[in-house]
């Protein structure tokens, strides 16, 4: 939800933008219709697959310029795009449930789970939820679980030098053990839907697909799949179809275990055919300037949405004109928080690169280390 480059990278994809849109409205829409199985939970499969598709795109061109990664840098960068949206947003929600503007009647206790990034398991062992409707950052949890722990394992991919065949095969049996944990857990231990839904440990592979999609099939750092690209619009179109048939399928043992696995195999295609340099009618779509820009905004909107529901579905009877007067709040508090806080971050780390950049190497910095990138 947070991994979007800065739009000076020269990997910066458009329609990945109006994707990450796309995903928001998945769980806007979901969220508005509390009563209606819809696929919410979709969207935040989206989140996941595209965050494992930027940052190791963004990994892989690192190693291959310079050859190797800054995990320094790497997280620090993260620690500038993730937190300040995050920790504003808790701190202001809270403090406005403590003064009885918004509704709330859960624990404050639970907001140490929401600094820590921990929220995901504090709901999987009972220990409460997060007031005022901040559930949702159970997502940004397992989120910052692989910005942990994911670029160690690349940093090692680069260290032995492993080529990209072997990288996606560590990936891919990885994922495959996700799918068998999660099969175990419901099958052996009954876990409940939303204990498998929430853990990292049950999740981790619809971030790791993308990671599998940027290292094996990536057009934007040159990878040729012929064959691929050649039918890219029609293996996109049956991955869109698997995924809908996903969906069809109503059944809670393939919902909780092998439903994710096949989600991720339809988002693969799908996001080869918006990343290609080549123009087409859906990227185009994907590529229109509003979309767009809500994609830009759509981390803080994932943050702030479910508390504005929380709030105003408790006085009032939920209705479309209730959830428009949302989604315009939602919009209001992101685009204020992408001026205030985001441009004026993304701005001084352009500062430190550009000084960067034009530090001598000497005898201070043969060490290894590399100073902070964009």
């Not at 965050?51 to 320094?72: F, N, P, Q, V």
């Not at 929220?119 to 942990?148: C, M, R």
């Not at 985001?342 to 000497?362: F, K, N, T, Y």
Request: with cysteine; net charge positive; proline share 4%.
């Amino acid at each position: 939800m947070g991994a979007r480059p800065a739009a000076s990278s020269s990997l910066y994809v458009p329609s990945l933008d109006g994707m990450r849109a796309i995903a928001f409205f998945f769980v806007f829409v979901a969220h508005a219709q509390p009563f209606k199985a819809l696929p919410g939970g979709f969207g935040v499969t989206v989140f996941f697959f595209l965050s494992g598709y930027l940052i190791t795109s963004l990994l892989r061109d690192e190693a291959r310029k310079t050859g190797t990664i800054s995990l320094k840098g790497f997280y620090l960068r993260r620690v500038l795009r993730i937190f300040p949206p995050c920790y504003l947003t808790v701190i202001l929600v809270s403090t406005l449930a403590t003064a009885g503007i918004l509704y709330n009647r859960e624990s404050y206790a639970s907001l140490v789970s929401a600094f820590l990034y921990f929220s995901n398991y504090w709901n999987i062992l009972d220990w409460g939820n997060l007031p005022a409707g901040l559930g949702v950052l159970w997502s940004l949890a397992v989120e910052e679980h692989y910005y942990l722990l994911f670029p160690l394992l690349y940093w090692w991919f680069i260290r032995r030098q492993m080529d990209r065949r072997h990288q996606a095969t560590v990936l891919i049996f990885l994922c495959l053990g996700a799918l068998a944990w999660r099969c175990y857990r419901v099958l052996i231990w009954h876990s409940l839907w939303e204990d498998i839904y929430e853990g990292t440990d049950t999740r981790f592979d619809s971030i790791l697909a993308g990671c599998v999609l940027a290292i094996v099939a990536n057009s934007r750092l040159g990878d040729r799949v012929p064959w691929v690209t050649r039918h890219a619009a029609t293996l996109a179109c049956s991955g869109a179809m698997l995924i809908g048939a996903c969906f069809v399928y109503r059944n809670a043992i393939f919902r909780d275990t092998v439903r994710y696995t096949l989600l991720e195999i339809g988002l693969m295609p799908i996001f080869f055919f918006v990343t290609l340099p080549r123009a087409s009618f859906i990227t185009r779509c994907l590529e229109w300037q509003g979309l767009r820009h809500l994609g830009q905004l759509s981390y803080s909107m994932y943050l702030i949405h479910h508390t504005l529901f929380h709030h105003f579905y408790h006085y009032y009877r939920p209705s479309v004109l209730l959830a428009a007067g949302i989604l315009l709040l939602t919009i209001a508090y992101a685009q204020a928080m992408r001026i205030c806080v985001e441009l004026p971050i993304q701005s001084m780390r352009s500062r430190w690169s550009r000084r960067a950049a034009v530090v001598p190497i000497g005898p201070a910095n043969k060490s290894g280390e590399e100073v902070l990138a964009s």
